[in-house]
């Protein structure tokens, strides 16, 4: 009896490559291609292909937990066991592979691990389980495999793998153009793809020999890390002091450019890593002009331009070769030939603690979302989305009051001592200082418009008493104004 293949899919990323629409947390993997479906949501149908009735591990940011159940709920059918190492910061991909492939030897000792990145596109499935099938053959040889995919174009932005059939003769890392296109034209060289298919334990026995103080330190981490278990199905929260301690590694410098048993199979797989804006359009229909568009654009002598509009019209005249991304809070125009250095917009937002990089107007949280509608001096409207049997936690603001009004649903609303029904078109005002608690006992979405007035609106002004999603803070002080712009 062969072992068995747990899928490992590595989920998160900074969001820089495709702000706007991406964001610190909504990161790649949540974007939406064409057909609807978003990329982590097709890594998980790619991963339960293989799989079959076999539990999968995802590895992703603790913030990004709920949002990632949410994706996954819609496309899981079968209720397979999904089981989930919790990260409160990244580490890179050393890290992240290193505590599955210890969590697994745990409960699989013999298990192989298939590595897949949430953020790639496959477009050919059956080529791709026939390239995991000669994989597994590999690896039950002791190999750490790689993918490689069959270069298309002379691509700066990959790492190249040079290779004698299964053979890895040596890792490249990005190219500049001219040697891009000597290995594009070489049949010796492919993209390294980033997926990988090995032992568990033979990657242990690597990572001690070529990267020890890694797969220490993330040991060290998983014994001081929280742990529950729910059927066949775990959850590990690491340990956010351990975890800060672990050496930051890809997984290609720590061990796959040393190992003496790197292998690799040659794919062709409909492989794609979507990169940038760019990347995005080259893969979307395009008119007679070569321009793509998604949402309401209305286009005037337009060439070769990629417009993507989610809430409003987005009118253009006599333009080439741009790409123009519209969203709630943000407009993004840039050149198609430089649609790499939108990490550089992303990278000064940061730097601001400009909001724009973290969050989207929407913000999900474990019971649901909320949107930003309007914010003005002293104060901010929300419209809130409970899921049914959801309820957020008994909490307390210092410096808002809130006025709630029933849109859609019913709510059930704890006011200081009181308790109190809202079906549709009902309201009610909790006041500052109140102790107050927001339940939908009812089977469909409580739809709210929320408005805050005071003197304080940001997000930290909150203390909760009690939470089921383990995120009481009863002991929080009050926010000190002086820190903050009112």
């Known amino acids: 009896m062969q072992p068995v293949l747990v899928p490992i899919i590595l989920s998160g990323g900074s969001g820089s490559r495709l702000w706007p629409l991406s964001r610190e947390l909504h990161p790649k993997p949540f ?156 049949g010796q060289f492919l993209w390294n793809s980033g997926m990988f298919c090995f032992k568990a334990q033979t990657l242990i026995n690597e990572m001690m020999v070529y990267a020890p103080e890694i797969i220490i330190a993330v040991k060290t981490t998983l014994a001081q890390s929280k742990l529950s278990h729910v059927k066949q199905q775990f959850q590990c929260q690491l340990n956010a002091e351990l975890f800060a301690l672990v050496p930051e590694n890809s997984i290609d410098y720590a061990v796959m450019e040393h190992t003496q048993h790197a292998a690799v199979v040659p794919s062709e797989i409909g492989w794609r890593d979507i990169g940038s804006w760019r990347a995005m359009s080259q893969m979307s229909e395009k008119d007679a002009q070569g321009n793509s568009f998604k949402g309401e654009v209305c286009a005037h002598e337009l060439t070769q331009c990629y417009v993507h509009s989610e809430h409003r019209l987005v009118a253009a005249v006599g333009l080439d070769n741009l790409v123009i991304i519209d969203t709630a809070d943000a407009l993004l125009v840039a050149h198609k030939e430089r649609t790499q250095e939108v990490k550089h917009i992303y990278a000064r937002l940061k730097k601001k603690d400009h909001e724009a990089h973290r969050l989207h107007q929407t913000v999900h ?57 809202l079906a549709t078109n009902q309201s009610t005002y909790i006041a500052a200082g109140h102790k107050h608690k927001l339940s939908n006992a009812g089977e469909i979405d409580l739809i709210l418009i929320e408005v805050q007035t005071g003197q304080y609106l940001e997000e930290d002004d909150i203390v909760r008493y009690d939470d089921v999603y383990g995120r009481a803070t009863s002991k929080s002080p009050k926010p000190n104004l002086s820190e903050k712009s009112v």
């Not at 298939?114 to 080529?127: G, N, Q, R, S």
């Not at 790689?146 to 700066?156: D, L, S, V």
């Not at 290779?163 to 153009?177: D, M």
């Not at 104060?379 to 809130?384: E, S, Y």
């Open 31 to 186: 974007i939406k291609m064409a057909d609807g479906q978003s990329l982590l949501q097709k890594a998980v149908l790619r991963a339960q292909r293989i799989a079959k009735t076999d539990p999968i591990i995802i590895v992703t940011n603790k913030a990004l937990l709920f949002k990632t159940e949410d994706e996954i709920k819609e496309v899981n059918p079968t209720h397979l066991p999904v089981s989930y190492i919790l990260e409160p910061f990244g580490r890179n991909t050393a890290a992240a592979i290193a505590s599955a492939a210890l969590m697994l030897v745990e409960q699989t000792p013999e298990a192989l691990m298939l590595v897949l990145a949430a953020d790639h596109l496959i477009e050919d499935l059956d080529a791709f389980t026939q390239a995991v099938e000669r994989a597994k053959v590999l690896a039950l040889q002791n190999k750490l495999v790689t993918f490689g995919i069959r270069p298309t174009e002379a691509e700066t932005g990959y790492g190249y793998i040079e290779h004698n059939g299964e053979t890895v003769t040596r890792f490249i890392e990005k190219p500049n153009q001219t040697d891009a296109e000597v290995y594009c034209s070489n």
């Open 365 to 421: 949280r474990p019971w649901g979302t909320y949107t930003v509608l309007e914010v003005g001096e002293g104060f901010k409207m929300k419209r809130i989305v409970v899921k049914p049997g959801a309820s957020l936690s008994l909490q307390m603001h210092h410096h808002r009051s809130e006025h709630w009004i029933v849109v859609s649903g019913s709510a059930t609303v704890v006011n200081g001592t009181d308790e109190e029904f």
